[in-house]
């Protein structure tokens, strides 16, 4: 093969086919601006067409692909044999290599169409000179002579095998001539024996109908028991021959003698439990069990007959006693219809057990039939005297049904099994063997072992799954007589639920009476001091007793509808609970809206502190029972309703109460610590000349805190959550208030400002101070609640930091101002600002201006400006240095003095 250069550096390639690459055509190179080399890509080569419009196109068998891989041997064997420079020889050859080489830059993508023409042609070229070699190669003379002895063979072949096929015929042939007698002997052998065995069964049957006979005019019933059970099997031999005289003759009469033993056992049973006379002392009762086996041989409907005879017979004096007409038949005696069966049931066990099979299991019949006759009586009472059934009679009727219902569990335990499938564990999609799919692209051989591989994990899941459809889950049935009785009580718990209804109804009205009257036990001013904690109010332990005994009683009836009815009751006066008794018993309850809302005063006695804690704290009780109430009802009621029964609403209720409380408390010690404030934003800072000790109005304010404070802590349960809750919404109200007062404090100067940091340090510690103020044991406040305080305070003690700062120069006043205030609030907090140090509006139109120019919605650029004219003015550089180094000194005095009292 010739090698050719490539374009840009020659001609246009022409080189002999390559042994490792299929037909190529290029139909699309998109070049990246800016790219000077790796025009191809992988992407590119892969969207590359076949020849399949360039001409004539070789069998596919013929076709190599560049999925063919030779061994190293081989490929060194074929260059060896065939020199040659052409790349597209090289056993390594690399496509996208070759093409970015014959194409390095966008410059010799003009030269594609060319080279694209004469790839064509070559290929041409190609497919023509091997069609050309296989067809000469066809017509030689030594291909000739090779199809030749293929054919000679071939027919040698054929001969071979009609010789054989003609052998083995006659072979089978020979075969079947030796047995042909064989064959007659074992069939005459087969008939012999089935004529010898039908004989003796015959005379079986005419021996045995006369011995049955026999043995039914003397009434020995053990042993005609077993000779008719032998009389029907030897019968089933004769059904293909009942078409002969003799054989249905004997036929009927051993139907004859089963009628007579029939009749016999049924006349000798009457006797013996004839009412109201039984004469059991002639009968022999041993007779009359083996009278039993023969019932047992008889058919099924005989059986059923007899023990349908006995089991009435049984029963007839329960029918006139507790007939629909008589009084005793109303539910308020059905104690007594239960009696009367036990008593039946123990005379049954010293009577008869030892005369029927105790696979009769008549004492459970006739428990089953007593069921089903009382069950259509009490239904048919229920209808007609409806109006005579009240709550209390009900539950009395379901109590003694359903503890009668427990005593037959008892005595007749279920003894059928339910069958249940295993549920088999799903097998993983895209796992293992998505990993191997996609490890099978590497190569066949790897590719058929993982084909091979996940062929023996499916045939290994499906003999496991074959393993546990094998094994079965087995279980007992629930028993049959559970809700047997009860169970018609069902249609009537409306009379039930109402009254529970109309009860929590009279409970609620007497929760709100008591309080409205008698106030919360304990909440005297004495009492409220000597508990330890706020009290849970009684009344919601008493609501959800009830709830608790309700709910035991509709479980035990094994009304699961009832439950459900249950819920819907409690959900409603859950709700009505928590509005009336709760909400409304909340201290200034009428106004508590707008007290919250608008920020209004709350004064608390003592007394109305304790209350508001107790209702706290059984809102809390409330709603932690109602969210084990839920899970439980969800336990109760049918699957099908479970998500249905919801009590969120209700627990957001008991939240917005327990919110409310703690906003009241809250506001009740704002309004205790507002004089104090008051005090402060009327004390004359203008006149104050040295710096002093803590001001009075801190001081007074830490006593209102330190006479509420440790009360409502230990007016709260033992969970501190809420206690903590009331400490962060006090800050969170506190502080800004706390501020806006201090807005209100005129002509402060430096030693006043200097004061008022000092007040803000004491208040900083009474507040961090505040979750334990009072307590026995100390303990540290939370990490949030002191960031939130030192926050907060920390944005007061700047404000005072800017009022100590001297005015002058303005550009200066306001650069700090923003630096330890910020700039959030605007303009209007420098004003409050310039107010609290007094300064005149001439006074203040400067600083206001220079906030102006400097702050961002006036644009860096002023700032920049002012920075420049600042640097440029040395007289008022050398002010700001002596105002700020005065500032300075201030503010350390003032620390010194601030830890001296600490």
């Known amino acids: 093969m010739d090698a050719e250069p490539a374009p840009g550096a020659g001609d246009t390639p022409e080189s002999e086919p390559s042994t490792q690459s299929s037909t190529i055509e290029i139909a699309e190179v998109i070049p990246e601006t800016g790219t000077a080399a790796s025009i191809a890509t992988e992407e590119d080569i892969a969207t590359m067409p076949t020849a399949q419009d360039t001409g004539p196109i070789l069998p596919s068998e013929l076709v190599a692909t560049s999925d063919l891989v030779l061994a190293p041997e081989v490929n060194a064997a074929l260059a060896d044999a065939f020199k040659s420079t052409d790349p597209l020889d090289d056993p390594n050859f690399d496509t996208v290599k070759h093409i970015n080489s014959l194409f390095p830059n966008e410059q010799s993508l003009s030269k594609l169409e060319g080279f694209m023409t004469k790839l064509r042609q070559k290929i041409r070229n190609i497919d023509g000179n091997i069609q050309n070699s296989i067809r000469g190669q066809s017509v030689t003379d030594a291909s000739s002579e090779t199809l030749k002895d293929a054919q000679a063979g071939m027919a040698d072949l054929f001969a071979r095998i009609r010789d054989i096929r003609s052998k083995a015929e006659v072979s089978e042939r020979m075969v079947q001539e030796i047995t042909r007698d064989i064959r007659s002997l074992d069939h005459a052998k087969k008939n012999l024996t089935s004529s010898i065995t039908t004989l003796n069964h015959l005379k079986m ?42 054989i249905q003759q004997l036929s009927k009469r051993v139907e004859k003698i089963k009628l007579q033993l029939s009749q016999q056992i049924n006349a000798e049973f009457r006797k013996a439990f004839r009412r ?43 029918r006139d006693v507790f007939n629909v007409n008589e009084e005793a038949a109303w539910i308020d005696k059905i104690d007594r219809r239960f009696a009367w069966l ?4 123990a005379s049954y066990k010293e009577n008869c057990t030892g005369i029927f099979p105790s696979e009769w299991h008549l004492s459970e019949v006739i428990t089953e039939r007593f069921l089903e006759i009382t069950k259509d009586d009490l239904v048919k009472l229920i209808e007609a005297r409806r109006s005579d059934l009240d709550v209390k009679l009900l539950l009395f009727a379901m109590q003694k049904s359903t503890q009668f219902e427990q005593w037959l569990v008892l005595k007749f335990p279920s003894r059928e099994y339910i069958e249940e499938d295993l549920e088999s564990e799903p097998s993983e999609p895209g796992g293992q063997d998505g990993a191997e799919r996609r490890r099978g692209r590497d190569g066949d051989s790897a590719s058929v072992r993982n084909k091979y591989q996940r062929y023996q994990d499916e045939r290994r899941r499906q003999m496991q799954a074959s393993s546990d459809a094998a094994q079965r889950k087995r279980r007992l049935k629930p028993n049959k007589f559970i809700g047997a009785v009860s169970g018609i009580f069902n249609g009537c718990m409306d009379v039930y639920i109402d009254a529970q209804d109309k009860t929590l109804e009279g409970m609620i009205d007497a929760f709100v009476k008591s309080i409205k009257t008698d106030g919360i036990a304990g909440s005297s001013a004495d009492d409220a001091v000597a508990d330890e904690a706020g009290k849970t109010l009684d009344s919601s332990g008493d609501m959800f007793r009830f709830f608790r005994e309700c709910l035991i009683m509709c479980t035990q009836l094994h009304s699961q509808a009832a439950v459900f009815d249950l819920y819907m009751v409690f959900k409603k006066y859950l709700r009505v609970y928590c509005t009336r008794v709760l909400a409304g018993s909340l201290p200034k309850s009428s106004s508590l809206a707008t007290v919250i809302l608008k920020d209004g005063d709350v ?58 409380a703690i906003q009241l408390l809250v506001r009740a010690l704002e ?16 006149s104050i000349v040295e710096v002093g000790d803590t001001s009075y109005y801190v001081t007074q304010m830490g006593k209102n805190v330190a006479t509420m404070v440790p009360f409502v802590r230990s007016s709260f349960s033992s969970d501190r959550k809420y206690f903590t809750n009331f400490c962060m919404k006090f800050v969170n109200s506190f502080i800004p208030r706390l501020i806006t007062y201090m807005y209100k404090c005129k002509n402060v100067g430096t030693v006043g400002a200097e004061q008022l940091l000092l007040d803000m340090q004491s208040v900083k510690m009474l507040l961090l101070e505040l979750p334990t103020i009072g307590s026995a044991t100390a303990r540290r406040p939370t990490s949030s609640y002191t960031r939130y305080v030192t926050k907060g305070l920390t944005g007061a003690e ?51 201006d220079a906030y102006r120019a400097i702050s961002p919605a006036g644009g860096a650029e002023s700032l920049a400006g002012s920075d420049r004219a600042k640097s440029g003015s040395a007289g008022s550089g050398t002010k700001a240095a002596a105002a700020s180094s005065t500032k300075r000194s201030s503010i350390r005095k003032l620390e010194r003095l601030m830890k001296r009292f600490q």
């Open 603 to 660: 004064k608390l006695t003592p007394e109305e502190q304790y209350v508001t804690c107790c209702l706290l704290n059984t809102a809390e009780y409330c709603l932690e029972t109602t969210s084990q109430l839920e899970s439980k009802l969800k336990e109760k009621v049918a699957p099908e309703q479970r998500d249905k029964v919801d009590l969120n609403e209700e627990q957001d209720a008991f939240h917005e109460v327990i919110s409310n």
């Open 342 to 345: 036990k008593r039946n049931l």
């Open 798 to 848: 700047m404000i005072l930091k800017v009022v100590m700062a001297p005015h002058e120069p303005p550009q200066l006043y306001v650069e700090d101002y923003i630096k330890l205030v910020g700039d959030d609030e605007g303009i209007t907090q420098l004003q409050k600002i310039l107010d609290m140090k007094g300064l005149r509006k001439s006074e203040q139109q400067p600083l206001l």
């Open 276 to 318: 109201p006379d039984p004469d059991r002392h002639t009968c022999d009762m041993d007779q009359l069990s083996e009278a039993c086996a023969v019932l047992n041989v008889l058919e099924q409907e005989e059986q059923d007959r007899f023990r349908a005879w006995f089991v009435n017979l049984q029963l007839r004096d329960y």
């Open 671 to 686: 309004t205790q610590c507002e004089p104090s404030l008051v005090t402060m934003s009327k004390v004359k800072w203008e």
């Open 205 to 246: 049957l005419v021996g045995g109908v006369d011995s049955l006979q026999m043995l039914a005019d003397n009434r020995q019933y053990r042993d005609a028991a077993n000779v008719l059970s032998a009389m029907l099997n030897v019968l089933e031999h004769f059904e293909k021959y009942k078409e002969i005289g003799r």
